[in-house]
């Protein structure tokens, strides 16, 4: 596909370990790979940064934000870094609306909108958060287009009245080298979790959205029926959310059964160790990263049915904050059969490929002509 001028620039707010920002960071690479001249600016630099790959096409530059209310130094910084590149791709809420004031002083330079969740719920966050969202639907014809990784996140953002005649669905793409059907146990020894016992596991953030309230509940009813079972929450994020989530399974009395343990850049070694991985969300799920990784790793998976992971799991999926039908959905999840495992895994590194992911962006770019 031919190009002029071909350079873009990636906008987050962090590099931490997050499904957007791992989906970033591959698209950025296979976008470079392409002859792309591409740019990673992120707004700070966190000590969990995921791992960056080398390419003599890809850059990455912190803007080393300082806090939350810095302002002029930082947009000038940053202005500076966008300054000149032909397309500038922004990733969730607050850099979608800083790309949005740039069409004032570089009308010129296309923007492209990230999207990556579905029905979220903004009164569970502070006001700042729900004044950003605000702003993103009234900016939304600004962008030049707008691609979000599910149907059902097309269909709420239209829902709530975003304005722009080009909104792309483009599923998130898999690294099938590095999360592929193996057998790999190792990391339960390092967690001391016994042969004889069957580990579960939520991965995701510590935020009201990944549902771990229900997922505790449930736990308190698999362990009625099955007392080998283990328990495992994976994730970083709110300490005042972690401690009411280690409240309330205190509460339940299944402490001794339950782990938390927080995110880590070796995300591949967890899926092979779990014996079922649970996507509870409440809502705000799109296209989830942890379903499909886990899948491809060959890992049983339930979900409720939050954004697209009915698409995922062939509509294998259980309504939302219900403890007792995931607790159900657990107990049938821990019996799939081997085979339907191994034909599971082949299925997602095909239909949710990095190539599909790579080639079908550089498709919506060439139809919105953000090259030409």
């Known amino acids: 596909m031919p190009l002029a001028n071909p350079s873009l620039a990636f906008l987050c707010r962090s590099l931490d370990y997050g499904g957007a920002e791992r989906q970033l960071i591959l698209l950025a690479e296979g976008l470079a790979r392409h002859g792309i001249a591409v740019k990673i600016i992120s707004f700070y630099r966190s000590k969990n940064s ?26 000038w910084r940053l202005w500076l870094q966008i300054k000149g ?36 719920d903004w009164h569970q966050y502070d006001w700042l958060a729900r004044v950003l969202a605000w702003f993103e639907k009234i900016l939304s014809p600004l962008a030049n287009g707008i691609i979000i990784n ?25 690294d099938v080298k590095r ?18 016992e069957i580990l579960i596991g939520l ?19 698999v362990l009625q ?41 070796e995300i ?30 060959g890992t049983p998976c339930i979900a409720t049915d939050v954004g697209d992971s009915k698409i995922i799991l062939d509509g294998s999926v259980v309504s939302p904050q219900d403890p007792a039908a995931l607790a159900e959905a657990m107990l049938i999840g821990l019996q799939t059969p081997t085979k339907m495992r191994e034909t599971t895994a082949a299925a997602i590194a095909e239909k949710f490929s990095l190539d599909a992911l790579v080639t079908k962006t550089l498709a919506t770019f060439k139809e919105w002509q953000v090259y030409k």
Not at 252 to 264: D, G, S, V
């Open 50 to 75: 995921l791992l960056l790959p080398q390419h003599p096409n890809l850059t990455v530059v912190y803007l080393d934000k300082k806090g939350r209310w810095q302002g002029i130094s930082f947009l």
């Open 85 to 120: 590149y032909s397309v500038v791709h922004s990733y969730l809420t607050y850099p979608n609306v800083l790309t949005a004031f740039l069409k004032i002083v570089s009308p010129r330079t296309k923007i492209i909108w990230g999207i990556r969740a579905s029905n979220m």
């Open 150 to 174: 599910s149907w059902a996140g097309q269909s709420f953002l239209q829902s709530l009245g975003y304005r722009n005649r080009h909104i792309a669905v483009i599923p998130n793409g898999v």
């Open 179 to 196: 999360f592929y059907l193996r057998n790999d146990r190792s990391l339960r020894q390092e967690w001391h979790v016994a042969d004889n």
């Open 203 to 221: 991965v995701g953030r510590l935020d009201p959205m990944k549902g771990h309230a229900t997922f505790l509940k449930a736990a308190q009813l």
């Open 225 to 265: 029926r099955l007392p080998q079972a283990r328990f495992v929450c994976v994730g970083n994020g709110s300490e005042i959310y972690q401690q009411q989530m280690q409240t309330l399974a205190t509460k339940l009395k299944i402490e001794p059964f339950l782990q938390w343990r927080p995110a880590f850049s």
């Open 268 to 297: 591949e070694r967890l899926y092979p160790s779990l014996d079922l991985l649970c996507q509870c969300s409440h809502y705000g799920e799109g296209c989830s990263n942890v379903l499909l990784e886990a899948l491809a790793c």
